[in-house]
């Protein structure tokens, strides 16, 4: 059984930071391109960052210089790490694992952590 399970959400004070966690089981981590995604109410979901099993990454322009994703295969956990944090980051933020597999494309997603910047 394949669990994505996030954490590190909360409220946060503009210009502050958060660190989201994501822990995978049920899967091979290391095989699969992993990503961020949030939803705003009201938005659609959208990438944040990407982070392949080959070791690219790639941002939304609007995070460009505030947000680095990384991760960590031996731990099997994805991390987000959130700084100058907005306002307009205000959402929920899912974590997603993604690969193919004899020509089949496999695609979890977790249950997604809050996050609102407010003063």
């Known amino acids: 059984q394949v669990q994505l399970v996030e954490s590190g959400g909360g409220l946060v004070q503009p210009g502050g930071s958060l660190r989201l966690s994501c822990a995978a089981s049920?899967?091979?981590?290391?095989?699969?391109?992993m990503g961020w995604y949030r939803q705003a109410p009201g938005r659609q979901r959208e990438l944040v960052a990407g982070?392949?099993?080959?070791?690219?990454?790639n941002y939304a322009d609007s995070v460009k210089g505030r947000f680095t994703i990384s991760r960590d295969n031996a731990k099997n956990t994805l991390y987000l790490q959130m700084n100058s944090l907005k306002p307009e980051d205000t959402a929920v933020y899912h974590c997603?694992?993604?690969?193919?597999?004899?020509?089949?494309?496999?695609?979890?997603w977790g249950q997604g952590t809050q996050v609102t910047v407010s003063s």
């Open positions: 049920g899967i091979i981590f290391s095989l699969y391109d």
């Open positions: 982070f392949t099993s080959g070791g690219s990454t």
């Open positions: 997603n694992a993604g690969t193919w597999f004899e020509d089949e494309f496999y695609d979890y």
